[in-house]
């Protein structure tokens, strides 16, 4: 069989993608300590380990295409928004009572986004591990 170049260059380009969420994690990990609420480190912790799960899930479907690990690639992209937006609105208390300082609010406000935007691209490369998946099997 022999594979369309941009589908074998999706696959082969996702994998760096994985590496680097689990970089993120793992750095977001150590940035952790640095938060003094320990709400807000248990929020990142939650948050990460959805992210490393929905990478997991990503990474399995596209080697195996996998249509059930894609699509919980693809719900967890929701999951890890949702929970996003609602440790962020958690920061915005935490920052009225006074449980954390505006430098590491913007921290912590800047990996909630960076969460998101790794989360969709993740989400995409699953919607498309079914297509490749489907390509490399015909």
């Known amino acids: 069989v022999r594979i369309a170049p941009p589908i074998k260059n999706a696959t082969t380009n996702s994998c ?18 640095s938060f003094t609420s320990a709400s807000a480190k248990t ?12 990478a997991h899930d990503a990474l399995l479907a596209l080697k195996t295409c996998d249509k059930h690990l894609a699509g919980c690639a693809v719900e ?11 440790y ?16 590491l609010g ?6 909630l986004s960076e ?3 790794v989360a969709r691209h993740i ?4 919607e498309r591990s ?3 998946g489907e390509k490399l099997h015909e």
């Open 16 to 33: 760096p993608i994985f590496h680097n969420a689990e970089k993120f994690c793992n750095s977001s990990t150590s940035l952790n300590n």
């Open 43 to 54: 929020e990142l912790a939650n948050l990460t380990g959805m992210l490393a799960s929905q």
């Open 76 to 86: 967890n992209e929701k999951s890890i928004i949702a929970m996003a937006d609602k």
């Open 88 to 103: 962020e609105s958690n920061h915005l208390k935490r920052m009225a009572h006074k449980e954390c300082t505006g430098a």
């Open 106 to 111: 913007v921290h912590f406000v800047e990996l």
């Open 115 to 117: 969460c998101r935007d």
């Open 123 to 126: 989400s995409n490369i699953a």
């Open 130 to 132: 079914i297509e490749i």
